[in-house]
């Protein structure tokens, strides 16, 4: 049969391979899991068109040309795999079966969440988990959890550890996290406090308080709230960072950004005038409603120049801040008319006939000087007449004129005044006005005096008055000569004085404000004794001592006028700051019993804007009654003796609530041997604060197990405790009851050396588990498994776990041994083309291949290198070939060692030249003759050169008779008798050596001649046809295939003919 020996590879995953040989006696069968997928495969005689026929347990699977099988096993049990190999002609090979044993589960095991401990507390005995599916019968969880190393505060993964499931199932884990709390005194307690803003206002600085106080320098970071900037709360998150042995407990609070309210408010103008020329007065305002807190920022403004005119006065940079909208209602800037007296001076002039001109008319005026570049235009004039006597100066077209402007900014007053034309006889008087005359304003005028020098005569005596600038405002008004006059008789020369107007005295008495705190101020009043006279009026204000805090501030005059005519005489008051009241609420606590109180905080509302808690002189102090070693329970928070000198402070008191302490009560594993009573039940508190050392109420402690209990895992169920000041809860402990497990030991020698390509079998792996000589039932795990190609190599490890049967008294054990895998013997073979003769023994290695790799190294295994040379280098046929330096190359060419390369024969082909053969006479029938033949090489190249002579000696045979001739010649006797129609002969000559530099040719070669002519060419070369020819009347030489190597043969025939 052609399958008699197939052999099985079981590739799994990762295309690791085992192979069992079907020909050997197989105690265990093959086993795998449920959804493992293998590949298998049968090494057999290869046939083209052979079809491979697998089935399971009778029912095919796959029919193909393909020798191998992918199988994926989704039910578990015991199967039988076979195979049958059908050629092409029909032709079946045996059934190879085999047995597969599938069976084993995914075993999930989660390891339980919220396991902790305090640091520097031992961990607790085992880490607990919990698993799933159920084991199948038989099979127990064994080995333990455990955990990622470190003893520092944080979390660290629970790993698997040794936990295994059996041989047959496999385990898929799902971890947790270990947390390793900080002791109590490491807790920082962080509460953020309550904060807030106006919407469109900056975020104020995010406070918060820290107990112990003492933990804040060891805090980094900062708090910031939810991102947003519409009215409502948002939360304020931690971003502090303490360090690793310590943890942070932060209470969040809510950030709250109000909305802005907007109050309106009407800002009126007041409407104001000033003179031409003047600065422009403060431009007033009032609010209404009265009594809003508005602070106003800026100035208003107007519109227009400085000429005499009506002007708007507008809002300017008036400001209220985003609290307050303002609508504003204008009122009108008046500048008015500048007065101006403008007084004539009195002139005079003596009579004569023709009568002389006039003097120059004069004027002054006041008050002086104009505004700016105002200048006057225009001129006096007087009445007509040149008789003796008064003649009145008017104004005419006087005026003044401003730059750029038609219309004029002053109103004129004019005082007139006389031109006296006089007798030249007349007698000359002094007429001064008496200085210091003057009157209060408001008042009416006395009597101008004066005096005289001379003396009037007697009998004569003055009528009319003296006069004065026209004016009632406080200043100096000239005091003219007015009506005053002594007759035609005197001239009067006038010497003017001033008289003085002097301001009306006034009592201004300030009015007594008050205002409170953080208010604006109150408009400051006043009153004036006696009244101003009727159309005057006051301009300017009161001001006040500058500051805002509460306190008494002096109300002075700032700018407050009657104006020129009066004298203010100003009696000042007091304004009267009064502190607020702040509403301090007290925020409410919450704390876990055993912790130190947390900051007691509070707030205020109340504060005027821009002030703070910072700005109080002395914040309230906070105080309970509760401290550290307060029970649960709920402890009043009040405050006191806050003082500021703007503030008096309204407290409501807080709470301060103590929340019970967390408390782990855990029952501490225990283990028994099986036959012994349950050990005393015990417990551990994780959590005590406040120096406790117990519950008021023990917990109560109960299990299921007893002496008679079978070895297993027991839980112990705690419960019961009863305290008011923790929030208990337990964690139940394990008692564990074990019998006394024993070590087997595994007898297992060092294997022989194999040769790569066996597959590792029970030959092999042949590990026997014993205990005090007995052989112990169990199931042996070895790694790498049955039917695996192990690669060439020294030393390589071999590992065997036996899991026994009882493994209730005894335990797994493992061995290894070392074994060695000694390359694999394989053949190359080489094959070497023909050449064309060149001289050397090089030759060229055209095809490698190599005979005897397995089909799993297919493709991964080369011969590579190598040098071929022929034994000479002379031309032949089937030329034996040598070759060196040959190797195996390839990621798997360490599984084999070339044993031998096999080399084809090769041909070196003579290279092709010509040669001429000469005579020199004819040859003539029935006529003895000496015939002289010469050989010449001519196209030998590379060996030799064209035309060359290169024969050193040739040797001719006729009828075996050898005649030589020197330097390629030779005379040879032709005897040809009379009547001899069919006269044959034998002429045979070898070319024994052909010389030039080198050797042009040897071995098995062929001269072929044609004399036709008296010189002919003739070439070198293996095989040739056999050629004849004709000479003269019937004479013939003929040439014949080579008798024997080196030899040509020329067969003479005379024809009569």
């Known amino acids: 049969m052609f399958l008699n020996r197939i052999q099985w590879i079981l590739l799994m995953t990762g295309w690791l391979s085992t192979a069992l040989n079907a020909s050997a006696q197989v105690s265990e069968p093959d086993y795998t899991n449920l959804g493992t997928s293998r590949i298998y495969w049968v090494d057999s005689t290869t046939y083209p068109g052979s079809i491979y026929t697998w089935r399971i347990d009778d029912a095919m699977v796959q029919c193909s040309t393909k020798c191998a099988l992918v199988h994926t096993w989704k039910s578990s049990g015991e199967f039988t795999l076979s195979v049958q190999q059908t050629r092409a002609d029909g032709c079946r090979g045996e059934i190879i079966t085999k047995k597969v044993h599938v069976d084993g589960q995914v075993i999930t095991i989660a390891a339980n969440p919220d396991q902790s401990k305090i640091v520097g507390e031992e961990d607790p005995p085992e880490f607990t988990y919990t698993f799933w599916p159920a084991l199948p019968p038989g099979d127990s969880l064994r080995g333990r959890l455990e955990r990622v190393a470190g003893e520092e505060v944080g979390s660290y993964p629970i790993l698997l550890g040794s936990l295994t499931a059996g041989p047959e199932n496999s385990i898929r884990y799902i971890s947790a996290d270990f947390r390793i709390w900080p002791k109590s005194e490491n807790y920082i307690y962080v509460t953020a406090l309550q904060n807030s803003k106006t919407e469109g206002d900056p975020d104020p600085p995010l406070e918060f308080i820290v107990s112990p106080a003492s933990s804040r320098p060891i805090l980094s970071g900062h708090l910031e709230r939810d991102p947003g900037e519409t009215p409502g709360t948002y939360w304020i998150n931690s971003r502090l960072v303490c360090p690793k042995d310590y943890v942070i407990d932060y209470t969040g609070c809510w950030f709250t950004i109000n909305p802005r309210i907007i109050t309106d408010i009407t800002v009126y103008a007041d409407p104001q005038t000033k003179e031409y020329g003047n600065e422009d007065p403060n431009l007033t305002y009032r609010i209404e409603p009265e009594g809003t807190n508005a602070r106003l920022t800026g100035n208003l403004g107007r519109n227009g120049d400085e000429n005499v005119g009506v002007y708007s006065i507008h809002q300017g940079d008036l400001d209220a801040g985003r609290d307050f909208r303002i609508t504003f209602v204008p009122a009108t800037f008046e500048i008015l008319p500048r007065n101006l007296t403008v007084t004539a001076d009195p002139q005079r002039k003596p009579f004569t006939t023709p009568p002389t001109p006039d003097p120059p008319l004069t004027f002054t005026f006041s008050p002086a000087p104009l505004v700016g570049d105002d200048c006057f235009t225009g001129h006096l004039w007087r009445k007509a007449g040149e008789n003796p006597g008064s003649y009145l100066i008017m ?10 402007r038609e219309t004029s900014n002053y109103k004129l007053e004019y005082v007139s005044n006389y031109l006296e034309i006089y007798y030249a006889e007349t007698h000359e008087i002094t007429v001064t006005a008496l200085s210091g005359q003057s009157k209060e304003y408001g008042q009416a005028d006395p009597i101008l005096q004066f005096t005289v020098e001379p003396p009037l005569d007697e009998g004569d005596a003055f009528t009319g008055s003296l006069s004065r600038v026209t004016g009632q405002n406080v200043g100096l008004y000239q005091i003219t000569a007015g009506t005053l006059s002594a007759g035609p ?42 009244e101003l006279f009727i159309g005057d009026s006051f301009t300017g204000s009161l001001d006040r001592e500058e500051g805002e805090d509460a306190g008494k501030y002096r109300i002075v005059n700032k700018d407050l006028s009657a104006g020129d005519n009066y004298q203010i005489q100003y009696d000042d008051n007091i304004l009267h700051i009064t502190p607020i009241t702040l509403q301090v609420f007290i925020e409410n606590q919450t704390r876990v019993y055993g912790a130190a109180n947390p900051p007691l905080t509070f707030s205020i509302e109340g504060f005027i804007d821009g002030d703070s808690l910072p700005d109080i002189d002395t914040p309230p102090d906070i105080l309970t009654s509760a401290t550290n070693r307060s029970s649960v329970g709920n402890y009043s928070i009040v405050a006191c003796c806050g003082e500021d000198n703007n503030y008096l402070f309204n407290y409501h008191p807080g709470n301060l609530s103590i929340t019970p302490a967390n408390l782990l009560i855990a029952a501490n594993d225990q283990r028994c041997e099986w036959g012994n009573p349950p050990p005393g039940l015990t417990y551990s508190y994780f959590g005590l604060v406040n120096g406790d050392t117990a519950t008021r109420v023990p917990p109560l402690l109960t299990t299921t197990a007893t002496e008679e209990s079978e070895a297993g895992i027991y839980p112990i169920k705690i419960c019961c405790a009863e305290d008011s000041n923790y929030q208990i809860r337990y964690q139940e402990g394990a008692l564990q009851v074990t019998v006394v497990q024993f070590d087997p030991e595994i007898i297992w020698s060092t294997p022989s050396d194999i040769i790569y390509g066996t597959l590792t079998s029970d030959y092999l792996l042949n590990a026997t588990a014993v205990f005090q000589e007995d052989t112990l039932a169990g199931h042996y795990q070895y790694d790498p498994p049955v039917g695996t190609l192990l690669q060439a190599g020294a030393g390589q490890q071999l590992t065997v776990t036996f899991i026994p049967e009882d493994q209730s008294r005894f335990r797994a054990a493992h061995k290894s041994v070392e074994i ?31 005979i005897g790799v397995l089909p799993v190294d297919a493709g991964e295994v080369y011969l590579m290198g190598g040098e071929a040379l022929f034994s000479d280098p002379d031309a032949a046929a089937h030329k034996q070939i040598s070759i060196t330096g040959i190797h195996l190359e390839g990621s798997r060419a360490g599984n084999y060692q070339l044993a031998g390369v096999e080399v084809t024969n090769a041909t070196i082909w003579p290279v092709e030249a010509e040669a001429a053969l000469s005579v020199d006479k004819d040859i003539y029938y029935h006529k003895n003759e000496i015939v002289t033949l010469t050989a010449t090489i001519k196209n030998g190249a590379p060996l030799v050169a064209d035309g060359q002579q290169a024969a050193k000696s040739v040797t001719f045979r006729i009828d075996d008779q050898v005649m030589t001739g020197a330097s390629g010649q030779t005379e040879l006797p032709l005897w040809i008798e009379p009547g001899s129609r069919n006269l044959q002969s034998q002429l045979s000559f070898t070319v024994d050596q052909i010389m030039s530099t080198g050797n042009f040719f040897s071995g098995d070669k062929q001269v072929i001649a044609n004399f036709n002519q008296a010189s002919q060419n003739f070439r070198i070369a293996p095989q040739e046809v056999v050629t004849k020819f004709s000479y003269h009347q019937g004479f013939e030489f003929m040439v014949y295939p080579n008798p024997s190597p080196g030899e040509v043969t020329f067969q003479i025939t005379m024809d009569r003919g």
Do not use: H
């Open 395 to 404: 104004m005419d077209s006087l005026t003044v004129r401003t730059p750029y």
């Open 489 to 530: 008789k005197y001239c009067i020369n006038f010497v003017p004085a001033d008289f003085i107007i002097t301001p009306k005295p006034i009592s201004v008495f300030a009015d007594e404000q008050w205002k409170s705190y953080g208010m604006p101020d109150p408009l400051l009043t006043w009153s004036a004794d006696p």
């Open 820 to 850: 060695n895998v000694i390359p694999l013997d394989i053949k190359g073979l080489c094959r070497i083309s023909d050449k064309t003769y060149d001289g050397t023994v090089a030759a060229t290695i055209v095809e490698r291949s190599i």
